[in-house]
Protein backbone atom coordinates (compact mmCIF):
# COMPACT_ATOMS: atom_id res chain seq x y z
CA UNK A 1 0.00 0.00 0.00
CA UNK A 2 1.20 3.49 -0.71
CA UNK A 3 2.56 5.51 1.83
CA UNK A 4 -0.08 8.07 1.31
CA UNK A 5 -3.15 5.53 1.42
CA UNK A 6 -1.82 4.00 4.47
CA UNK A 7 -4.15 4.42 7.73
CA UNK A 8 -1.30 4.71 9.97
CA UNK A 9 -0.72 7.99 7.85
CA UNK A 10 -3.33 9.30 8.58
CA UNK A 11 -4.94 12.00 11.17
CA UNK A 12 -8.59 12.12 11.83
CA UNK A 13 -11.35 13.43 14.35
CA UNK A 14 -9.53 12.00 17.11
CA UNK A 15 -6.81 13.79 16.84
CA UNK A 16 -8.24 17.10 16.09
CA UNK A 17 -9.93 16.80 19.38
CA UNK A 18 -7.63 15.86 21.41
CA UNK A 19 -5.63 18.81 19.70
CA UNK A 20 -8.75 20.71 20.82
CA UNK A 21 -8.51 19.15 24.58
CA UNK A 22 -4.45 19.81 24.79
CA UNK A 23 -4.36 23.38 23.84
CA UNK A 24 -7.65 23.88 25.94
CA UNK A 25 -6.39 22.69 29.15
CA UNK A 26 -2.91 24.56 28.51
CA UNK A 27 -4.57 27.82 28.24
CA UNK A 28 -7.07 26.67 31.46
CA UNK A 29 -4.12 26.11 33.62
CA UNK A 30 -2.24 28.74 32.14
CA UNK A 31 -5.16 31.73 33.45
CA UNK A 32 -3.86 31.72 36.85
CA UNK A 33 -2.09 35.33 38.38
CA UNK A 34 -1.75 38.03 35.99
CA UNK A 35 -3.34 35.97 32.90
CA UNK A 36 -6.86 35.95 34.75
CA UNK A 37 -7.17 39.55 33.39
CA UNK A 38 -7.91 37.87 29.60
CA UNK A 39 -11.23 37.26 31.28
CA UNK A 40 -12.10 40.63 31.57
CA UNK A 41 -10.63 41.66 28.06
CA UNK A 42 -7.06 42.51 28.83
CA UNK A 43 -4.88 41.11 26.47
CA UNK A 44 -1.36 39.87 27.44
CA UNK A 45 1.10 42.64 25.35
CA UNK A 46 1.27 45.49 23.89
CA UNK A 47 1.30 44.32 20.41
CA UNK A 48 -2.17 42.95 21.04
CA UNK A 49 -3.52 46.14 21.35
CA UNK A 50 -1.42 47.76 18.04
CA UNK A 51 -3.09 44.55 16.68
CA UNK A 52 -6.72 45.67 17.08
CA UNK A 53 -6.04 49.36 16.41
CA UNK A 54 -4.28 47.89 12.90
CA UNK A 55 -7.88 46.12 12.91
CA UNK A 56 -10.21 48.61 13.83
CA UNK A 57 -8.84 51.14 11.49
CA UNK A 58 -9.42 48.77 9.01
CA UNK A 59 -12.93 48.38 10.28
CA UNK A 60 -13.63 51.98 9.99
CA UNK A 61 -12.91 52.60 6.51
CA UNK A 62 -9.02 53.86 6.50
CA UNK A 63 -7.85 51.41 3.96
CA UNK A 64 -6.46 47.98 2.51
CA UNK A 65 -2.85 49.74 2.21
CA UNK A 66 -3.01 52.20 5.33
CA UNK A 67 -0.12 51.02 7.14
CA UNK A 68 0.35 54.36 9.46
CA UNK A 69 -1.02 54.72 12.95
CA UNK A 70 -1.91 58.33 13.98
CA UNK A 71 -2.58 56.74 17.57
CA UNK A 72 1.57 56.14 18.29
CA UNK A 73 4.34 58.09 17.55
CA UNK A 74 1.77 61.19 17.58
CA UNK A 75 2.01 63.71 16.26
CA UNK A 76 3.19 61.92 12.80
CA UNK A 77 1.97 58.55 13.39
CA UNK A 78 3.81 55.05 13.66
CA UNK A 79 4.79 52.91 10.51
CA UNK A 80 2.91 49.09 10.58
CA UNK A 81 5.40 46.65 9.19
CA UNK A 82 2.69 43.98 9.81
CA UNK A 83 0.52 41.96 7.27
CA UNK A 84 -2.95 41.69 6.95
CA UNK A 85 -3.51 37.67 7.41
CA UNK A 86 -3.74 37.89 10.97
CA UNK A 87 -6.12 41.35 10.43
CA UNK A 88 -8.60 39.32 8.67
CA UNK A 89 -8.65 36.25 10.93
CA UNK A 90 -9.74 38.51 13.83
CA UNK A 91 -11.62 41.40 12.13
CA UNK A 92 -14.14 38.41 9.97
CA UNK A 93 -15.29 36.64 13.50
CA UNK A 94 -15.07 39.79 15.28
CA UNK A 95 -17.94 41.37 12.45
CA UNK A 96 -19.79 37.75 13.18
CA UNK A 97 -19.60 38.07 16.60
CA UNK A 98 -21.16 41.83 16.60
CA UNK A 99 -23.85 40.96 14.31
CA UNK A 100 -24.85 38.35 16.12
CA UNK A 101 -24.56 39.73 19.66
CA UNK A 102 -25.34 42.73 21.83
CA UNK A 103 -21.29 43.57 21.94
CA UNK A 104 -19.50 46.61 20.30
CA UNK A 105 -16.93 46.39 17.87
CA UNK A 106 -14.63 47.07 19.92
CA UNK A 107 -15.46 44.43 22.59
CA UNK A 108 -16.00 41.85 19.47
CA UNK A 109 -12.65 42.78 18.32
CA UNK A 110 -10.97 42.39 21.89
CA UNK A 111 -12.98 38.98 21.93
CA UNK A 112 -11.42 37.66 18.69
CA UNK A 113 -7.98 38.88 19.63
CA UNK A 114 -7.98 37.12 23.15
CA UNK A 115 -9.49 33.82 21.07
CA UNK A 116 -7.19 33.75 17.62
CA UNK A 117 -3.74 32.42 18.86
CA UNK A 118 -5.38 29.45 20.77
CA UNK A 119 -7.47 28.31 18.05
CA UNK A 120 -4.46 28.59 15.61
CA UNK A 121 -2.57 26.58 18.12
CA UNK A 122 -4.46 24.14 17.60
CA UNK A 123 -4.33 23.47 14.08
CA UNK A 124 -0.59 24.17 14.11
CA UNK A 125 -0.76 21.05 16.38
CA UNK A 126 -2.96 19.14 14.17
CA UNK A 127 -0.38 20.12 11.31
CA UNK A 128 2.32 19.06 13.32
CA UNK A 129 0.36 15.36 14.04
CA UNK A 130 -0.08 15.38 9.94
CA UNK A 131 3.69 15.66 9.27
CA UNK A 132 4.69 13.18 11.87
CA UNK A 133 1.91 10.34 10.43
CA UNK A 134 3.49 11.01 7.15
CA UNK A 135 7.05 10.78 8.65
CA UNK A 136 6.91 8.36 11.70
CA UNK A 137 3.35 6.71 11.62
CA UNK A 138 2.00 4.76 14.28
CA UNK A 139 1.13 6.89 17.12
CA UNK A 140 3.51 9.78 16.83
CA UNK A 141 0.64 11.95 15.76
CA UNK A 142 -0.84 11.71 18.88
CA UNK A 143 2.82 12.32 20.29
CA UNK A 144 3.31 15.01 17.85
CA UNK A 145 0.42 17.02 19.48
CA UNK A 146 1.68 17.08 22.77
CA UNK A 147 5.36 17.69 21.62
CA UNK A 148 3.42 20.97 19.36
CA UNK A 149 2.46 22.31 23.02
CA UNK A 150 6.00 21.14 24.62
CA UNK A 151 8.23 23.61 23.19
CA UNK A 152 7.57 27.05 26.22
CA UNK A 153 8.66 29.87 23.50
CA UNK A 154 5.61 28.33 20.72
CA UNK A 155 3.55 28.08 24.18
CA UNK A 156 3.46 31.46 25.75
CA UNK A 157 2.87 33.08 22.62
CA UNK A 158 0.02 31.13 21.89
CA UNK A 159 -2.02 31.75 24.70
CA UNK A 160 -5.35 33.63 25.17
CA UNK A 161 -4.85 37.17 24.92
CA UNK A 162 -2.04 37.00 22.12
CA UNK A 163 -3.88 38.88 19.22
CA UNK A 164 -0.48 38.20 17.62
CA UNK A 165 0.59 36.87 14.69
CA UNK A 166 3.68 34.19 15.93
CA UNK A 167 0.99 31.60 16.24
CA UNK A 168 0.03 31.68 12.69
CA UNK A 169 3.99 31.76 11.57
CA UNK A 170 3.98 28.62 13.67
CA UNK A 171 0.90 26.89 11.40
CA UNK A 172 2.71 27.76 8.31
CA UNK A 173 6.08 26.23 9.10
CA UNK A 174 4.17 23.30 10.36
CA UNK A 175 2.22 22.58 6.83
CA UNK A 176 5.40 23.64 5.46
CA UNK A 177 7.54 21.27 6.56
CA UNK A 178 5.05 18.72 6.13
CA UNK A 179 4.67 19.05 2.88
CA UNK A 180 8.58 19.28 2.32
CA UNK A 181 8.34 15.93 4.37
CA UNK A 182 6.46 14.67 1.78
CA UNK A 183 8.05 15.82 -0.96
CA UNK A 184 11.14 15.29 0.02
CA UNK A 185 10.13 11.08 1.06
CA UNK A 186 9.41 8.12 -2.02
CA UNK A 187 8.17 8.17 -4.27
CA UNK A 188 8.81 12.25 -4.73
CA UNK A 189 5.37 13.68 -5.78
CA UNK A 190 5.41 16.91 -7.24
CA UNK A 191 2.90 18.34 -5.93
CA UNK A 192 3.76 18.44 -2.42
CA UNK A 193 7.06 19.75 -3.29
CA UNK A 194 4.76 23.17 -4.95
CA UNK A 195 2.57 23.42 -1.62
CA UNK A 196 5.11 23.00 0.66
CA UNK A 197 7.10 25.91 -1.38
CA UNK A 198 3.20 27.82 -0.96
CA UNK A 199 3.27 26.96 2.59
CA UNK A 200 6.67 28.33 3.19
CA UNK A 201 6.00 31.44 1.35
CA UNK A 202 2.72 31.92 3.47
CA UNK A 203 4.78 32.04 6.45
CA UNK A 204 6.99 34.89 4.71
CA UNK A 205 3.81 36.61 4.11
CA UNK A 206 3.17 36.29 8.27
CA UNK A 207 6.51 37.47 8.79
CA UNK A 208 10.01 37.48 7.32
CA UNK A 209 11.24 35.10 10.33
CA UNK A 210 9.63 31.96 8.90
CA UNK A 211 13.01 32.44 6.28
CA UNK A 212 14.34 30.48 9.86
CA UNK A 213 12.94 27.52 9.21
CA UNK A 214 11.86 27.63 5.10
CA UNK A 215 15.93 28.11 3.68
CA UNK A 216 17.43 25.40 6.13
CA UNK A 217 14.56 22.95 4.21
CA UNK A 218 15.34 24.74 0.88
CA UNK A 219 19.62 24.41 1.72
CA UNK A 220 19.20 20.33 3.03
CA UNK A 221 17.20 19.23 -0.70
CA UNK A 222 19.99 21.40 -2.52
CA UNK A 223 22.32 19.04 -0.18
CA UNK A 224 20.58 15.70 -0.82
CA UNK A 225 20.77 16.65 -4.51
CA UNK A 226 24.16 16.64 -4.82
CA UNK A 227 24.44 13.23 -2.76
CA UNK A 228 22.32 11.55 -3.98
CA UNK A 229 23.15 9.11 -7.21
CA UNK A 230 21.14 10.97 -9.44
CA UNK A 231 20.23 14.41 -8.31
CA UNK A 232 18.07 15.63 -11.12
CA UNK A 233 14.47 14.58 -9.25
CA UNK A 234 15.60 16.25 -6.13
CA UNK A 235 16.59 19.10 -7.71
CA UNK A 236 13.38 19.61 -9.35
CA UNK A 237 11.71 19.09 -6.23
CA UNK A 238 13.91 21.87 -4.53
CA UNK A 239 13.07 24.17 -7.74
CA UNK A 240 9.25 23.64 -7.57
CA UNK A 241 9.29 24.64 -3.48
CA UNK A 242 11.11 27.73 -4.82
CA UNK A 243 8.50 28.43 -7.45
CA UNK A 244 5.84 27.78 -5.23
CA UNK A 245 7.51 29.81 -2.23
CA UNK A 246 7.63 32.53 -5.04
CA UNK A 247 4.54 32.00 -6.49
CA UNK A 248 3.01 33.15 -2.61
CA UNK A 249 5.40 35.77 -1.96
CA UNK A 250 4.37 37.24 -5.10
CA UNK A 251 0.68 36.83 -4.61
CA UNK A 252 1.06 38.51 -0.93
CA UNK A 253 3.31 41.66 -2.52
CA UNK A 254 0.67 42.21 -4.95
CA UNK A 255 -2.37 42.10 -1.87
CA UNK A 256 -0.29 44.05 0.74
CA UNK A 257 1.43 46.55 -1.12
CA UNK A 258 -0.22 49.08 -3.67
CA UNK A 259 0.95 48.78 -7.20
CA UNK A 260 3.19 52.26 -6.65
CA UNK A 261 4.88 50.14 -3.87
CA UNK A 262 5.44 46.90 -5.66
CA UNK A 263 8.87 47.75 -6.31
CA UNK A 264 9.81 48.53 -3.13
CA UNK A 265 12.33 46.97 -0.48
CA UNK A 266 11.69 45.95 3.37
CA UNK A 267 13.40 43.37 5.00
CA UNK A 268 10.69 43.22 8.07
CA UNK A 269 7.64 43.20 5.84
CA UNK A 270 7.03 40.56 2.88
CA UNK A 271 8.81 42.61 -0.77
CA UNK A 272 10.47 42.57 -3.44
CA UNK A 273 14.03 41.33 -1.48
CA UNK A 274 11.79 37.78 -0.60
CA UNK A 275 10.79 37.32 -4.02
CA UNK A 276 14.19 37.69 -5.74
CA UNK A 277 15.58 35.70 -3.01
CA UNK A 278 13.09 33.03 -4.08
CA UNK A 279 13.67 33.28 -7.41
CA UNK A 280 17.32 33.02 -7.19
CA UNK A 281 17.14 30.11 -5.14
CA UNK A 282 14.90 28.61 -7.93
CA UNK A 283 17.91 29.16 -10.38
CA UNK A 284 20.19 27.57 -8.34
CA UNK A 285 18.35 24.67 -8.34
CA UNK A 286 17.65 24.84 -11.94
CA UNK A 287 21.38 24.94 -12.48
CA UNK A 288 21.53 21.81 -9.80
CA UNK A 289 18.95 19.88 -12.37
CA UNK A 290 20.95 20.23 -15.34
CA UNK A 291 24.31 18.86 -14.09
CA UNK A 292 22.40 16.16 -11.78
CA UNK A 293 23.05 13.28 -13.39
CA UNK A 294 27.18 14.16 -13.78
CA UNK A 295 29.88 13.08 -11.63
CA UNK A 296 29.99 14.11 -8.21
CA UNK A 297 32.73 16.76 -7.91
CA UNK A 298 31.09 18.71 -11.19
CA UNK A 299 28.01 18.68 -9.73
CA UNK A 300 29.11 19.64 -6.73
CA UNK A 301 31.37 22.38 -8.40
CA UNK A 302 28.28 23.42 -10.33
CA UNK A 303 25.73 23.29 -7.95
CA UNK A 304 27.77 25.18 -5.50
CA UNK A 305 28.77 27.44 -8.30
CA UNK A 306 25.57 28.68 -8.90
CA UNK A 307 24.44 29.17 -5.13
CA UNK A 308 27.87 31.43 -4.36
CA UNK A 309 26.53 33.34 -7.56
CA UNK A 310 22.86 33.53 -6.52
CA UNK A 311 24.53 34.68 -2.68
CA UNK A 312 26.41 37.99 -4.23
CA UNK A 313 23.51 38.74 -6.92
CA UNK A 314 21.16 39.17 -3.57
CA UNK A 315 23.65 40.89 -1.45
CA UNK A 316 24.23 43.06 -4.29
CA UNK A 317 20.63 44.07 -5.15
CA UNK A 318 19.90 43.90 -1.72
CA UNK A 319 23.08 45.19 1.10
CA UNK A 320 20.88 44.45 4.34
CA UNK A 321 19.94 41.16 3.31
CA UNK A 322 21.87 39.21 5.99
CA UNK A 323 20.61 41.83 8.91
CA UNK A 324 17.02 41.33 7.78
CA UNK A 325 14.48 43.32 10.09
CA UNK A 326 17.31 44.95 12.14
CA UNK A 327 18.22 46.83 9.25
CA UNK A 328 14.85 48.65 9.29
CA UNK A 329 15.51 49.70 12.73
CA UNK A 330 16.82 53.37 13.62
CA UNK A 331 19.43 53.75 15.98
CA UNK A 332 17.79 54.75 18.77
CA UNK A 333 16.22 51.75 18.88
CA UNK A 334 18.60 49.50 17.66
CA UNK A 335 20.69 50.85 20.88
CA UNK A 336 18.25 52.38 23.55
CA UNK A 337 14.89 49.65 22.63
CA UNK A 338 16.41 46.52 20.92
CA UNK A 339 19.34 45.72 23.88
CA UNK A 340 16.77 45.88 26.64
CA UNK A 341 13.71 43.39 24.97
CA UNK A 342 14.29 39.73 26.50
CA UNK A 343 12.82 38.12 23.82
CA UNK A 344 15.69 39.28 22.04
CA UNK A 345 18.38 38.21 24.20
CA UNK A 346 20.87 35.23 23.66
CA UNK A 347 20.63 32.35 25.68
CA UNK A 348 23.34 31.09 27.69
CA UNK A 349 25.85 29.85 26.88
CA UNK A 350 26.07 33.03 24.60
CA UNK A 351 24.03 35.34 26.59
CA UNK A 352 23.75 36.33 30.30
CA UNK A 353 21.89 34.57 33.13
CA UNK A 354 21.41 30.97 34.30
CA UNK A 355 21.41 28.05 32.23
CA UNK A 356 17.96 27.31 33.17
CA UNK A 357 16.80 29.99 30.96
CA UNK A 358 18.15 27.28 27.62
CA UNK A 359 15.21 24.82 29.05
CA UNK A 360 12.57 27.30 30.52
CA UNK A 361 12.72 28.72 26.40
CA UNK A 362 13.65 26.36 23.85
CA UNK A 363 11.90 22.95 26.29
CA UNK A 364 12.80 19.34 25.58
CA UNK A 365 11.34 18.55 22.37
CA UNK A 366 14.63 19.83 20.23
CA UNK A 367 16.70 17.18 22.75
CA UNK A 368 13.78 14.18 21.83
CA UNK A 369 13.96 15.30 18.17
CA UNK A 370 17.70 15.77 18.04
CA UNK A 371 17.93 12.07 19.33
CA UNK A 372 15.11 10.78 16.74
CA UNK A 373 16.84 11.79 14.17
CA UNK A 374 19.71 10.37 14.60
CA UNK A 375 18.12 6.80 15.60
CA UNK A 376 16.24 7.36 12.43
CA UNK A 377 19.01 7.90 9.97
CA UNK A 378 20.07 4.58 9.54
CA UNK A 379 16.84 3.14 8.10
CA UNK A 380 15.86 6.48 6.54
CA UNK A 381 18.84 5.58 4.12
CA UNK A 382 17.84 2.22 3.35
CA UNK A 383 14.22 2.88 2.18
CA UNK A 384 15.32 6.09 0.23
CA UNK A 385 13.65 8.86 3.18
CA UNK A 386 16.99 10.65 3.91
CA UNK A 387 16.21 13.38 2.08
CA UNK A 388 13.24 13.97 4.25
CA UNK A 389 15.45 13.22 7.44
CA UNK A 390 18.31 15.82 6.20
CA UNK A 391 16.03 18.74 5.82
CA UNK A 392 14.47 17.87 8.94
CA UNK A 393 17.71 18.09 10.67
CA UNK A 394 18.88 20.64 9.40
CA UNK A 395 15.35 23.14 10.31
CA UNK A 396 16.01 21.55 13.37
CA UNK A 397 19.60 22.59 13.93
CA UNK A 398 19.28 26.29 11.84
CA UNK A 399 16.37 27.08 14.08
CA UNK A 400 17.96 26.09 17.13
CA UNK A 401 21.09 28.17 16.21
CA UNK A 402 18.85 31.20 15.96
CA UNK A 403 16.64 30.70 19.22
CA UNK A 404 20.29 30.63 21.05
CA UNK A 405 20.96 33.97 19.30
CA UNK A 406 17.36 35.44 20.29
CA UNK A 407 15.29 33.74 22.51
CA UNK A 408 12.12 34.74 20.30
CA UNK A 409 13.07 32.47 17.25
CA UNK A 410 12.35 29.26 19.60
CA UNK A 411 8.81 29.71 18.49
CA UNK A 412 10.20 28.57 14.77
CA UNK A 413 12.42 26.10 16.40
CA UNK A 414 8.86 24.30 17.62
CA UNK A 415 8.09 23.42 14.40
CA UNK A 416 10.87 20.97 13.53
CA UNK A 417 11.19 20.35 16.78
CA UNK A 418 7.87 18.37 17.44
CA UNK A 419 7.75 16.87 14.27
CA UNK A 420 10.86 14.87 15.01
CA UNK A 421 10.46 14.65 18.45
CA UNK A 422 6.84 12.93 17.57
CA UNK A 423 9.06 9.39 16.18
CA UNK A 424 11.22 9.14 19.70
CA UNK A 425 8.99 7.10 21.63
CA UNK A 426 7.88 4.86 18.39
CA UNK A 427 11.06 4.38 17.76
CA UNK A 428 12.22 3.04 21.44
CA UNK A 429 9.66 0.76 21.63
CA UNK A 430 9.89 -0.91 17.82
CA UNK A 431 13.81 -0.76 18.60
CA UNK A 432 16.23 -3.69 19.82
CA UNK A 433 17.58 -2.46 22.84
CA UNK A 434 17.13 -2.98 25.56
CA UNK A 435 16.12 -6.89 24.49
CA UNK A 436 12.96 -6.85 26.89
CA UNK A 437 9.90 -4.80 25.56
CA UNK A 438 8.21 -4.16 29.09
CA UNK A 439 11.78 -1.91 29.76
CA UNK A 440 11.51 -0.28 26.22
CA UNK A 441 8.39 0.85 27.02
CA UNK A 442 9.39 2.55 30.37
CA UNK A 443 12.33 4.08 28.63
CA UNK A 444 9.98 5.43 25.77
CA UNK A 445 7.82 7.00 28.18
CA UNK A 446 10.75 8.39 30.08
CA UNK A 447 11.65 9.97 26.89
CA UNK A 448 8.11 11.77 26.17
CA UNK A 449 7.54 12.61 29.81
CA UNK A 450 11.36 13.94 29.85
CA UNK A 451 10.57 16.03 26.76
CA UNK A 452 7.68 17.01 28.20
CA UNK A 453 8.65 18.12 31.55
CA UNK A 454 12.40 19.69 30.96
CA UNK A 455 11.14 23.21 30.86
CA UNK A 456 10.15 22.98 34.79
CA UNK A 457 13.36 21.78 35.33
CA UNK A 458 14.42 25.21 34.44
CA UNK A 459 11.65 27.09 36.75
CA UNK A 460 12.94 24.97 40.12
CA UNK A 461 14.44 28.07 42.45
CA UNK A 462 14.33 30.59 39.41
CA UNK A 463 13.46 33.88 39.89
CA UNK A 464 10.65 36.11 37.89
CA UNK A 465 12.43 37.92 35.13
CA UNK A 466 13.32 41.51 35.94
CA UNK A 467 10.17 43.32 34.08
CA UNK A 468 7.41 40.84 35.67
CA UNK A 469 9.30 41.87 39.10
CA UNK A 470 8.76 45.31 37.90
CA UNK A 471 5.32 44.97 36.66
CA UNK A 472 4.26 43.42 40.16
CA UNK A 473 5.63 45.96 42.04
CA UNK A 474 4.17 48.56 39.92
CA UNK A 475 1.03 46.78 40.35
CA UNK A 476 0.85 46.86 43.86
CA UNK A 477 1.64 50.33 44.89
CA UNK A 478 -0.99 51.33 42.38
CA UNK A 479 0.31 51.19 38.52
CA UNK A 480 -1.90 48.94 37.12
CA UNK A 481 -1.92 49.80 33.38
CA UNK A 482 -4.96 48.41 32.65
CA UNK A 483 -6.68 50.13 35.59
CA UNK A 484 -5.34 53.48 34.25
CA UNK A 485 -5.89 53.29 30.86
CA UNK A 486 -9.70 52.40 32.08
CA UNK A 487 -9.92 55.58 34.28
CA UNK A 488 -8.86 57.85 31.52
CA UNK A 489 -11.07 56.75 29.38
CA UNK A 490 -13.92 57.49 31.70
CA UNK A 491 -12.50 60.30 33.19
CA UNK A 492 -11.34 61.77 29.90
CA UNK A 493 -9.03 64.82 31.36
CA UNK A 494 -7.84 67.31 28.71
CA UNK A 495 -10.62 66.33 26.43
CA UNK A 496 -13.11 69.14 24.62
CA UNK A 497 -14.47 69.14 21.51
CA UNK A 498 -11.47 71.44 20.84
CA UNK A 499 -9.28 68.94 21.29
CA UNK A 500 -10.64 65.48 21.08
CA UNK A 501 -7.68 63.02 20.77
CA UNK A 502 -4.90 64.76 22.80
CA UNK A 503 -1.55 63.43 22.90
CA UNK A 504 0.03 61.44 25.90
CA UNK A 505 3.37 60.40 26.66
CA UNK A 506 3.87 58.12 29.29
CA UNK A 507 7.02 56.78 30.88
CA UNK A 508 6.33 53.70 30.34
CA UNK A 509 6.70 52.73 26.40
CA UNK A 510 4.41 49.22 26.87
CA UNK A 511 1.69 51.01 28.19
CA UNK A 512 1.62 53.54 24.90
CA UNK A 513 -0.55 50.72 22.53
CA UNK A 514 -2.95 49.66 25.17
CA UNK A 515 -3.73 53.81 26.25
CA UNK A 516 -4.06 54.46 22.35
CA UNK A 517 -6.91 51.52 22.19
CA UNK A 518 -8.45 52.10 25.62
CA UNK A 519 -8.83 55.94 25.36
CA UNK A 520 -9.32 58.72 23.52
CA UNK A 521 -5.52 59.98 23.61
CA UNK A 522 -2.90 59.12 21.56
CA UNK A 523 0.26 58.24 22.81
CA UNK A 524 3.54 58.81 21.68
CA UNK A 525 6.27 55.49 22.63
CA UNK A 526 5.70 52.32 22.06
CA UNK A 527 8.16 49.75 21.95
CA UNK A 528 8.61 48.98 18.20
CA UNK A 529 11.68 48.76 16.19
CA UNK A 530 10.43 51.63 13.49
CA UNK A 531 9.22 53.90 16.70
CA UNK A 532 12.83 55.21 17.91
CA UNK A 533 12.37 58.86 17.78
CA UNK A 534 9.45 58.60 19.80
CA UNK A 535 11.07 56.52 22.37
CA UNK A 536 14.17 58.73 22.34
CA UNK A 537 12.32 61.62 22.71
CA UNK A 538 10.09 59.99 25.57
CA UNK A 539 13.67 59.25 27.22
CA UNK A 540 14.98 62.71 26.29
CA UNK A 541 12.06 64.20 28.46
CA UNK A 542 12.12 61.99 31.77
CA UNK A 543 16.51 62.82 32.09
CA UNK A 544 15.97 66.23 30.89
CA UNK A 545 18.22 68.42 33.53
CA UNK A 546 16.89 71.49 32.45
CA UNK A 547 13.38 72.83 31.91
CA UNK A 548 14.51 74.18 28.12
CA UNK A 549 15.04 70.56 27.01
CA UNK A 550 12.16 68.72 28.38
CA UNK A 551 9.27 71.68 27.08
CA UNK A 552 10.73 71.66 23.23
CA UNK A 553 10.61 67.98 23.32
CA UNK A 554 7.09 68.15 24.45
CA UNK A 555 5.74 70.53 22.42
CA UNK A 556 7.44 69.75 19.26
CA UNK A 557 5.17 66.26 19.82
CA UNK A 558 2.10 67.97 20.95
CA UNK A 559 1.66 66.08 23.99
CA UNK A 560 -0.69 67.73 26.80
CA UNK A 561 -1.14 65.17 29.15
CA UNK A 562 2.32 63.10 31.10
CA UNK A 563 1.81 60.36 32.87
CA UNK A 564 4.65 58.53 35.34
CA UNK A 565 4.25 56.00 37.91
CA UNK A 566 6.09 57.44 41.16
CA UNK A 567 6.05 54.46 43.14
CA UNK A 568 8.05 51.61 40.33
CA UNK A 569 9.84 54.21 37.73
CA UNK A 570 9.45 52.26 33.99
CA UNK A 571 13.00 54.17 33.60
CA UNK A 572 16.10 55.04 35.09
CA UNK A 573 15.92 58.22 37.01
CA UNK A 574 19.32 60.06 36.66
CA UNK A 575 20.48 62.83 39.24
CA UNK A 576 18.77 65.96 38.94
CA UNK A 577 16.45 64.84 36.25
CA UNK A 578 12.79 65.62 35.62
CA UNK A 579 12.46 61.74 36.09
CA UNK A 580 14.21 62.04 39.58
CA UNK A 581 11.72 65.35 40.57
CA UNK A 582 9.01 63.57 39.75
CA UNK A 583 9.88 60.48 41.35
CA UNK A 584 10.20 62.85 44.42
CA UNK A 585 7.17 64.26 43.46
CA UNK A 586 8.32 67.78 43.04
CA UNK A 587 7.32 68.73 39.33
CA UNK A 588 8.12 71.49 38.21
CA UNK A 589 5.92 74.74 37.93
CA UNK A 590 4.64 74.08 34.01
CA UNK A 591 3.16 70.57 35.19
CA UNK A 592 -0.32 70.48 36.59
CA UNK A 593 -1.03 67.40 38.86
CA UNK A 594 -4.23 65.98 37.39
CA UNK A 595 -6.09 64.22 40.72
CA UNK A 596 -6.30 60.82 40.31
CA UNK A 597 -8.51 57.74 42.38
CA UNK A 598 -6.94 56.37 45.18
CA UNK A 599 -6.48 53.17 43.37
CA UNK A 600 -4.12 54.72 40.94
CA UNK A 601 -2.31 55.95 43.72
CA UNK A 602 1.05 54.80 42.40
CA UNK A 603 0.56 57.05 39.39
CA UNK A 604 1.46 61.14 38.77
CA UNK A 605 -0.59 62.80 35.92
CA UNK A 606 0.54 65.89 34.85
CA UNK A 607 -1.19 68.56 32.62
CA UNK A 608 1.68 70.17 30.25
CA UNK A 609 1.25 73.56 30.51
CA UNK A 610 2.56 75.57 26.83
CA UNK A 611 5.55 76.97 26.45
CA UNK A 612 5.74 80.23 27.92
CA UNK A 613 3.41 79.79 30.88
CA UNK A 614 3.74 78.44 34.26
CA UNK A 615 0.76 77.23 36.83
Given at each position: M?P?Q?????????I????V????????A???G??L????G??V??????R?????E??????W??????????????????????D??I?????????L????????L????I?V?????????????A????????????Y????A?????A?GY????????HT????????????????LS????P??????????????W???EALI?????????????????????????G????????????????????PA???????????????V?????AA????A???G????P???????????????????L???A???SLS?????A??L?H?????????PP??PG??????????GP??????????????W??D??W?????L????????????????????L??P????????P??I???????A??????LA??A????????????V???????T????AAA?????P??????????R???S???????????D???????A???P???V??????G????GD??TV???????T???????R?VAL?LF??A?????????S???????????S???P???????AG????????EG?H?
Amino acid sequence: MPPDQDPSRRIGLGIVLFAVFVVGMLNLASLGGPRLGVLNGQLVDPDGYLRLIRVMELHEGLGWYHVVTGRLAAPEGLFVHWTRPLDLLILLPARAIAALTSLSMQQALTLAGILVSPVLHVLAAVAAAAAAARLWGGLAPWYAVLMAVATPAATGYSTLGRADHHTLILLALMLGLGGALRALSPPLPPRAAILAGACFGAGIWTSPEALIVAMPVLAATGLAAMLAADGRVLAAQGLRMALGMAGLVLLAILVERSPAGWLETGYDKVSLHHLVLALLVAAVFAAARLVGDRAAPRRVGASGAAAVLALGVLLVLFPDALTASLSEGDSVANTLFHTTVEEMQPLPPFGPGSWKLLPMNVGGPVVAGLIALALAARGWRRDGRWPAGLALGLALVAALVAALAARRFALDLAAPAAIAAAGLPGLIIHGTRPAAAAARAGLAALALFGALGLPFVGLVGETPPASTALADAAAEAGCDPTAMARWLAVARPGISPATPDPVLMAADIYLGPELAWRTPYRAVAGPYHRGGPAIGDTLTVLEARDDATARAVLARRQVALLLFCRAAPEVQVPPGSLAQALEADRPPSWLAPVPLPPALAGYRLYAVAPEGTHR
